[in-house]
């Protein structure tokens, strides 16, 4: 079992380039979460999803964007990179409201 | 969502029982308390969950007050691998369902 699986692991990107984080996750969950967290702080919400085709704006979504065409999947884009991006990303799912499962993360530089 | 308080650091000693506060006075009467922790860099690992009951797991008890404007994370006997970021969100219910939005969160330290 699986669970939830982000890829890549580790990326670094150059200023004004755009790339796609994948999340996959083979628990059938309803919900699925976008989360950022700079270095020393907290984790900041993306974007979030209920189920398929429906997204919604979290806390910082700028410069983000989300789609959920299928259940298992929710592909986080990043558009024209900037170094304030430089973050880790984790992806989350879980059963309507219940305990969520994070993935092992995203380590995003961008120089 | 309701917005949370935590105190930023506790220290326990192993082996004792550690107990966090968490108030969210602003939480609404269908929305749940939930707690996660977050060891070193990796995502974040669900601990417990209730809405007004007290909750108890293999890991943890969960104590909300009567009033629901704030809970207690018991750990009954902490170990060094305890020690973590623990995280108490409120939300995720009412108009806020399905948004799970976490605050700065406690670093518990276990020490010897």
């Known amino acids: 079992n699986a669970g939830v699986t982000q890829t890549p692991k580790f990326r670094i990107l150059k200023i004004g380039q755009s790339m796609t984080l994948q999340c996959t996750q083979d628990m059938n969950h309803n919900y699925m979460y976008w989360y950022r967290q700079d270095p020393g702080m907290g984790l900041k919400l993306i974007y979030y999803s209920v189920g398929a085709g429906i997204t919604d704006k979290g806390e910082v979504p700028n410069g983000y964007n989300v789609s959920r065409s299928t259940t298992e999947d929710f592909p986080l884009r990043l558009e024209l990179a900037a170094p304030s991006q430089t973050s880790v990303y984790f992806c989350a799912s879980s059963y309507l409201a219940s305990e969520a499962f994070f993935g092992q993360g995203t380590r995003l530089t961008v120089v | 969502d309701a917005k949370t308080t935590q105190p930023t650091s506790m220290d326990c000693a192993e082996g004792r029982a550690a107990n966090l506060p968490c108030n969210h006075s602003?939480?609404?009467?269908?929305?749940?308390v939930y707690w996660y922790r977050q060891i070193h860099s990796q995502g974040p690992q669900y601990i417990i969950h209730g809405l007004k009951n007290n909750e108890t797991n293999e890991m943890a008890s969960l104590i909300i007050t009567e009033d629901r404007k704030s809970s207690t994370l018991i750990l009954p006997h902490a170990t060094l691998r305890d020690t973590a970021v623990y995280y108490c969100i409120g939300g995720a219910g009412g108009t806020s369902y399905g948004k799970l939005t976490f605050g700065q969160g406690t670093i518990l330290t276990v020490h010897p």
């Open positions: 602003t939480i609404s009467g269908n929305e749940y």
